[in-house]
């Protein structure tokens, strides 16, 4: 993590397990004492408190430290997400914003979920609809989706009518929206479903293999695993079986 790596020190139960941070040489820079911690991705770090309670659900709290183990943004948050393009976003009396490098809250927590920012924009659901903000909080795309997905490789998921379909950074549908369910792209290929079968596309909204599987999965190493009834095979990216579906 930029010159830090976590440590562990076991509790007597994992459930009592604690974190801190080494440096480069091994040396304890900051003393394990949270519950969780996440990384240093940016100036700070996400971290976790949990208050134990007898017969009782842990109280767990989030905030984030810098790299000397000061805490910059207090540990009294109810949820936090790590760094996307320099903002992370946190719950406040069970609605979500998003802070900066420096822990400044930059958009006022006002939202029922959001995704992470990438390209400089972020989903957010704000009565019953999504939309996109900027880094600032303005509205960049228009609340209009029944749902959306944060932006990869200048494309994002997005629904609407009850089907989905991919979305360019101007809000336009250049994947038409179509799809049961979809996954998201890798190496160039997305899982889409259609007709309760499952099958591939590229990035143009092209079909690279036609819908066929009961499930399929996203690909890795030109494979993907899929599933025909309960046995599952892996197919290469033009769908032919590598290893022949079996349970």
């Known amino acids: 993590y930029n010159g830090l790596a976590y440590a562990k020190k076991s509790g007597f139960f994992m459930f009592f397990d604690e974190y801190g941070f080494l440096d480069t040489a091994k040396e304890v820079v900051i003393k394990p004492q949270y519950a969780s911690v996440g990384n240093f991705s940016n100036r700070l770090a996400r971290v976790k408190t949990k208050q134990f309670q007898f017969l009782s659900t842990p109280i767990e709290k989030y905030g984030f430290i810098d790299r000397e183990g000061k805490v910059v943004v207090p540990i009294d948050l109810e949820n936090a997400g790590e760094y996307y393009d320099d903002r992370a976003n946190v719950t406040v009396n069970e609605k979500r914003g998003f802070i900066d490098n420096f822990g400044n809250m930059v958009i006022k927590p006002k939202y029922d979920r959001v995704g992470h920012f990438a390209n400089g924009i972020a989903p957010v659901l704000q009565d019953t609809v999504w939309g996109y903000i900027d880094k600032d909080g303005n509205t960049k795309l228009p609340f209009v989706f029944q749902d959306a997905r944060p932006f990869s ?16 950074t101007t809000g336009s549908f250049v994947i038409p929206c179509k799809y049961e369910e979809v996954g998201t792209f890798s190496e160039g290929l997305a899982a889409v479903k259609l007709t309760d079968k499952w099958g591939y596309i590229d990035m143009s909204g092209n079909v690279v293999i036609q819908p066929q599987y009961d499930q399929a999965y996203s690909f890795f190493a030109n494979l993907a695993t899929v599933r025909m009834g309960n046995k599952f095979g892996y197919i290469n990216k033009k769908g032919e079986f590598i290893w022949n579906p079996s349970n």
Request: proline share 0%; no cysteine.
């Open 153 to 168: 490789n200048g494309l994002a998921l997005a629904k609407k009518d009850g089907k989905w379909g991919y979305i360019d």
